[in-house]
């Protein structure tokens, strides 16, 4: 037996101490505590640096109060302004229906019907891609102005991995999202040693990972950048892998296994969030890529999609609209892609994937497929 409990390595896991992140706690809990009316925060940082647990942590402390209104909206299922608007509108008012109304107008009554709890708190996590994919989102989310004004606390708290966003954001819209900016500061080698083998006290049993095995995957995850969610990932594939082999303790061979297979950008779970298509997209992007390729131009990925959607007799999508699917893939940082430089007739996009292997993923879109 390795794990004392396995689900203590899942990012939904509330871990008891939250280290390094008391000021990110008290700037976004200070306008819930004292602030009056709607108030926008843009919380930015890199994968895995804490964003949304610390998000969680204040939604889950909310309800001490009498009887707030909390909502959390994962963006990468809710990813066009009007998908913000009707989730919101339908949590706020659960009973009236959205018809005839438009995406701002929503917006606003359920922001108008959260006025008389005592305090609220939104959160829209991984808002890269509304923002990205719909710029209309931008004015949706920062017209505020426009919000009801009310003596109870709302806040709205927008979370993204990359600054970078707000440069292709008109610059009014910018200018507001940028005000009350908290940042996620990625956590030193130190700090992330703390808070994985505080994790690593909750989730394995006692000395069943070797010291060596832990410090190959601290070590692995501060070069991507300190992500504590792929340190997690690792652990877990790693452990999965000594109990397969009925071993006692995790070694680095486990690790290292580990890391050759489990992406640092995403998590494999996270598939489940793709809508059909992606996951078909995706699906030849692997099968291409077990062809010993290491990246595939626009025009092979398309005719090896329409051949999978024919072998699977699954409905196929226009090119505009598959070029949009391949985006999000990227947005979702599951492929990069680039402009091909010398060597290519005319100018094509290349698809790099953002995995180290093909295999995990293709067998887990089988799954979901
Ligand atoms: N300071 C911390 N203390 C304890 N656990 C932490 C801390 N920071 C992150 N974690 C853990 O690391 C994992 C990833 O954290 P989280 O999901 O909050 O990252 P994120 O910044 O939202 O990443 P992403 O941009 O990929 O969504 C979770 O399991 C979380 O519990
Ligand atoms: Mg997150």
Same mark, same amino acid.
């Given at each position: 037996?390795?794990?004392?409990?396995?689900?203590?390595?899942?990012?939904s896991?509330?871990p008891?101490?939250?280290r390094?992140? $008391?000021?990110?706690?008290d700037?976004?809990?200070?306008?819930?505590?004292?602030?009056?009316?709607?108030s926008?925060?843009?919380?930015?940082?890199?994968?895995?640096?804490?964003?949304t647990?610390?998000?969680?942590?204040?939604?889950?402390?909310?309800?001490?109060?009498t009887?707030?209104?909390?909502?959390?909206?994962?963006?990468?299922?809710?990813?066009s302004?009007?998908?913000i608007?009707?989730?919101?509108?339908?949590?706020?008012i659960?009973?009236?229906?959205l018809?005839?109304?438009?995406?701002?107008?929503?917006?606003?009554?359920?922001?108008e019907?959260?006025?008389?709890?005592?305090?609220s708190?939104i959160?829209?996590?991984?808002?890269?891609?509304?923002?990205?994919?719909?710029p209309?989102?931008?004015?949706?989310?920062?017209?505020? $102005?426009?919000?009801?004004?009310?003596?109870?606390?709302?806040?709205?708290?927008?979370?993204?991995?990359?600054?970078?966003?707000l440069s292709?954001?008109?610059?009014?819209a910018s200018?507001?999202?940028?005000?009350?900016?908290?940042?996620?500061?990625?956590?030193?080698?130190?700090?992330?040693?703390?808070?994985?083998?505080?994790r690593?006290?909750?989730?394995?049993?006692k000395?069943?990972?070797?010291?060596?095995?832990?410090?190959?995957?601290? $070590?692995?995850?501060?070069?991507?950048?300190?992500?504590?969610?792929?340190?997690?990932d690792?652990?877990?594939?790693?452990?999965?892998?000594?109990?397969?082999?009925?071993?006692?303790?995790?070694e680095?061979?486990?690790?290292?296994?580990?890391?050759?297979?489990?992406?640092s950008?995403?998590?494999?779970h996270?598939?489940?969030?793709?809508?059909?298509? $992606?996951?078909?997209?995706?699906?030849?992007?692997?099968?291409l890529?077990t062809?010993?390729?290491s990246y595939v131009?626009t025009?092979?990925?398309?005719?090896?999609?329409?051949?999978?959607?024919?072998?699977?007799?699954?409905?196929?999508?226009?090119?505009?609209?598959?070029?949009?699917?391949?985006?999000?893939l990227e947005?979702?940082?599951?492929i990069?892609?680039e402009?091909?430089?010398?060597?290519?007739?005319g100018?094509?996009?290349?698809i790099?994937?953002?995995?180290?292997?093909p295999?995990?993923?293709?067998?887990?879109?089988?799954?979901?497929l």
């Amino acid at each position: 037996m390795i794990f004392r409990d396995k689900e203590a390595l899942s990012p939904s896991y509330l871990p008891r101490d939250i280290r390094y992140r $008391e000021e990110q706690i008290d700037r976004l809990s200070r306008h819930l505590l004292t602030g009056r009316g709607p108030s926008l925060a843009l919380a930015v940082g890199r994968k895995g640096t804490g964003k949304t647990l610390v998000c969680k942590k204040l939604l889950e402390d909310l309800p001490a109060k009498t009887s707030p209104f909390t909502l959390y909206l994962d963006c990468r299922t809710n990813r066009s302004p009007g998908d913000i608007a009707r989730a919101l509108h339908s949590a706020a008012i659960p009973y009236e229906p959205l018809k005839g109304h438009s995406t701002q107008a929503l917006f606003l009554k359920a922001l108008e019907a959260t006025k008389d709890a005592d305090g609220s708190m939104i959160v829209l996590d991984h808002a890269d891609i509304p923002l990205r994919l719909h710029p209309t989102s931008a004015f949706l989310l920062s017209r505020t $102005e426009a919000w009801p004004t009310s003596p109870n606390p709302t806040l709205i708290a927008i979370v993204i991995e990359d600054l970078d966003i707000l440069s292709h954001l008109d610059s009014r819209a910018s200018s507001t999202l940028r005000r009350n900016m908290i940042d996620f500061p990625s956590y030193s080698e130190r700090e992330l040693r703390r808070i994985v083998q505080q994790r690593v006290n909750d989730s394995f049993r006692k000395k069943a990972i070797s010291t060596e095995a832990l410090k190959a995957c601290t $070590e692995a995850a501060t070069r991507q950048h300190a992500n504590v969610r792929y340190a997690l990932d690792l652990l877990r594939h790693a452990g999965e892998r000594a109990e397969r082999r009925d071993a006692l303790v995790v070694e680095p061979s486990d690790i290292e296994h580990s890391i050759s297979e489990t992406p640092s950008a995403f998590s494999i779970h996270d598939l489940g969030l793709l809508d059909d298509h $992606e996951r078909m997209i995706l699906l030849s992007l692997t099968h291409l890529l077990t062809k010993q390729r290491s990246y595939v131009t626009t025009g092979q990925l398309e005719n090896e999609y329409r051949e999978q959607c024919r072998r699977l007799s699954r409905p196929t999508i226009r090119h505009t609209t598959l070029w949009k699917s391949v985006k999000t893939l990227e947005i979702l940082r599951i492929i990069k892609t680039e402009i091909s430089g010398r060597g290519f007739r005319g100018r094509t996009t290349l698809i790099h994937p953002n995995f180290p292997s093909p295999q995990p993923i293709r067998t887990q879109l089988m799954r979901l497929l």
